[in-house]
């Protein structure tokens, strides 16, 4: 597609509940990012991939949070459980090829998630 | 671990003037990278402009540029003739060189900008 897609752009959860957050990124890019943004923070890393594998997931806060890239395309974040403090925009990113430098990612324009 | 600061929470400048957004950053690695994203109020980031480490050279993109200074760890961004649709949160953010590592983003707090009609 023409840029990075994610649904639904806005998300209600009663607390204890199990959401999944999907994202789609550009058409080819090998690389694939997920961020947390606080209210009036900047976006903090959760997990990367590169193709369907999951090279790092050190930002993940706890194992409440999962996510998967079977196919090397389509991403999903599932918080099971949720909580007040996961309240955030979650923001997909992708970038077009694993070396790194310059290139620079590509954002979509996130999912709101709201814990009652 | 690698930190970004960005110490003015929010700025303003006249329409047609000249701003500049403060961004200093921590690190042990000789060569990396740093990015200037703008965030409007739909959320979506966008890139501004780029620079890499082990260019002398300060990147410039129209109305963008940089004053990197890599002994100081500095890398702030000039906004000039800044318009209305500049208006937006500015965060600054740094990547380590990949070489098989993650290439994940570190971004500070970010800096709001209003621009004054």
């Known amino acids: 597609g023409a840029g990075v897609s994610q649904s639904p752009r806005y998300k209600v959860a009663k607390r204890g509940q199990d959401v999944a957050l999907r994202c789609d990124p550009i058409?080819?890019?090998?690389?694939l990012f997920w961020y947390q943004q606080a209210l009036g923070q900047g976006p903090e890393f959760l997990t990367y991939?590169?193709?369907?594998?999951?090279?790092?997931k050190s930002g993940l806060p706890s194992d409440r949070f999962f996510a998967e890239r079977p196919e090397g395309s389509v991403s999903t974040l599932k918080i099971q459980r949720t909580q007040q403090e996961d309240s955030a925009v979650y923001l997909c990113?992708?970038?077009?090829?694993?070396?790194?430098?310059?290139?620079?990612?590509?954002f979509g324009d996130g999912t709101r998630l709201s814990i009652l | 671990a690698q930190t970004v600061t960005q110490s003015q929470p929010e700025m303003s400048v006249q329409e047609a003037e000249t701003v500049t957004l403060s961004c200093t950053y921590d690190?042990?690695?000789?060569?990396?990278?740093l990015f200037w994203y703008k965030q409007p109020p739909s959320r979506q980031m966008i890139l501004v402009i780029r620079q890499e480490a082990y260019k002398q050279q300060n990147a410039t993109e129209n109305r963008f540029s940089v004053n990197f200074q890599k002994a100081a760890k500095s890398f702030s961004l000039k906004i000039s003739d800044s318009q209305l649709g500049d208006a937006a949160m500015y965060f600054c953010a740094y990547r380590n060189p990949t070489q098989g590592g993650s290439e994940k983003l570190v971004f500070g707090k970010g800096t709001k900008l209003t621009v004054n009609p």
């Open positions: 058409s080819g890019h090998v690389s």
């Open positions: 990113a992708s970038s077009s090829w694993t070396g790194g430098g310059l290139q620079p990612q590509h």
């Open positions: 991939f590169q193709n369907e594998a999951q090279l790092d």
């Open positions: 690190t042990s690695e000789s060569d990396y990278y």
